[in-house]
Nanobody, 118 residues
């Protein structure tokens, strides 16, 4: 089973930046589709950004131009660079790995809290 550990969350002022990291266990990380989700209080979990093994990326409209997902396959790590942070970005951010072996299986990290406040 794939294990994921997020880090990098914290308190930041509006307009500031954070870089989240997600370290994955196991082999063949380069073949996993990776994604970042977030869940704010009173709201449903939503996709923030995703990255497939072939390099394709997708972003939520609310973060386009501000967030960037990247991955270092040699280190089994995916990153989310967050710039120009807004209070509405406050949420718990979760890392997800998708592995396809006859069926599709999603693995989730424990989440890391991001709070954007003056």
């Amino acid at each position: 089973q794939v294990q994921l550990v997020e880090s990098g969350g914290g308190l930041v002022q509006p307009g500031g930046s954070l870089r989240l990291s997600c370290a994955a266990s196991g082999s063949f990380f380069s073949r996993y589709a990776m994604g970042w989700y977030r869940q704010a209080p009173g709201k449903q979990r939503e996709l923030v950004a995703s990255s497939t093994s072939d390099g394709s990326t997708n972003y939520a409209d609310s973060v386009k131009g501000r967030f960037t997902i990247s991955r270092d396959n040699a280190k089994n790590t995916v990153y989310l660079q967050m710039n120009s942070l807004k209070p509405e970005d406050t949420a718990v951010y979760y890392c997800r790995a998708t592995v396809v072996v006859f069926i599709t299986t999603d693995y989730w990290g424990q989440g890391t809290q991001v709070t954007v406040s003056a």
